[in-house]
């Protein structure tokens, strides 16, 4: 019903031709034939379909809610044994439960790369990056290869989107950047070290640090060097206000030093 009406309202069929239609084919035609106004009402519109403009919030989460650690009498009577605020002691016990979540799903899917990597099969996709004719010549399906490693990789992702989606409590994706997304990831494995699993881990842990904290940095810093100048002068208003960009100078300045001192990474991958 669902494919007989995209059919309908975007193709103008009837619906007896509309249901003679192929699945496959005709949502291959949405896309390819749709012009980008058709595409983008398709997106806006159909709210029971996209949700329309509207983010994807109120997803259920894997933790109690901050409320519901407030209201709780026994939560109260065990944050009054640490002398702490109700609101402090939610908002931390939330986080320490979010930290052994993803760090539990993070130990998991390390242990089953690790396992990966040693296999038969890790080596033969190790032969088929380094030498894709030679492993072609032996044999192997290169193409398929490509996209099994693909699929599992697009796996591995959507668990983290998913955890990081109920983190924050909403999908907004205007809010997904590819500096951030992208760029980052890339940066996260070549300063780790690339074909290495611990070293992407370390690299992430690194690189989230510095992007973290270069924004408060700069700031302390574009204050120290303007502090001889007077409040409301322009040049300390624009650093101050430029400090944001401090980031992007850190991530930059990290990447050129481990590419200088360090080509293969902070924990290089190990030849087999």
């Known amino acids: 019903h669902i494919h007989a009406y995209l059919v ?14 192929d699945l496959f084919g005709s949502l291959g035609k949405v896309g390819q034939f ?9 997106l806006k519109f159909e709210e029971w379909l996209t949700r329309g403009v509207k983010n994807v919030t109120g997803l259920p989460r894997p933790v109690p809610y901050e409320v519901e650690l ?25 986080k320490l439960c979010y930290a052994g979540l993803f760090s539990v799903v993070l130990l998991i899917v390390l242990y089953l790369s690790e396992v990966a990597l040693r296999s038969p099969w890790g080596r033969m996709m190790r032969a088929i990056r380094d030498n894709e004719t030679a492993a072609a010549a032996m044999g192997k399906n290169v193409t398929s290869r490509h996209l099994q490693v693909f699929i599992l990789g ?7 989107g998913a955890m990081l989606t109920t983190l924050d409590g ?24 690339a074909g290495n699993n611990w070293g992407a ?9 510095f ?44 990447l050129l030093l481990v590419l200088r001192f360090a080509p293969r990474g902070l924990i290089p991958e190990v030849k087999r």
């Open 154 to 160: 697009s796996a591995v992702v959507g668990i983290a």
């Open 34 to 42: 749709l012009s980008e106004d058709q595409s983008f009402s398709l």
């Open 201 to 209: 881990v370390l690299g992430g842990f690194i690189i989230w640090f």
């Open 70 to 94: 407030k209201q709780s009498p026994a939560f109260q009577s065990w944050a009054g044994n640490f002398d702490m605020s109700i609101e402090t002691a939610a908002s931390i016990t939330v």
């Open 211 to 254: 992007w973290i904290e270069a924004e408060p940095i700069g700031l302390w810093l574009m204050g120290a060097l303007t502090s001889g100048m007077a409040p409301d002068h322009w040049l300390r208003l624009h650093l101050i206000e430029s400090a944001a960009h401090m980031r992007l100078l850190t991530m930059g300045l990290v």
């Open 170 to 193: 909403q999908f907004n994706p205007p809010t997904y950047q590819p500096l951030r997304f992208t760029f980052l990831i890339w940066v996260m494995v070549i300063i780790g070290g």
């Open 8 to 21: 309908q309202r975007y193709f103008h069929a009837s619906p007896e031709n509309a249901a003679s239609y």
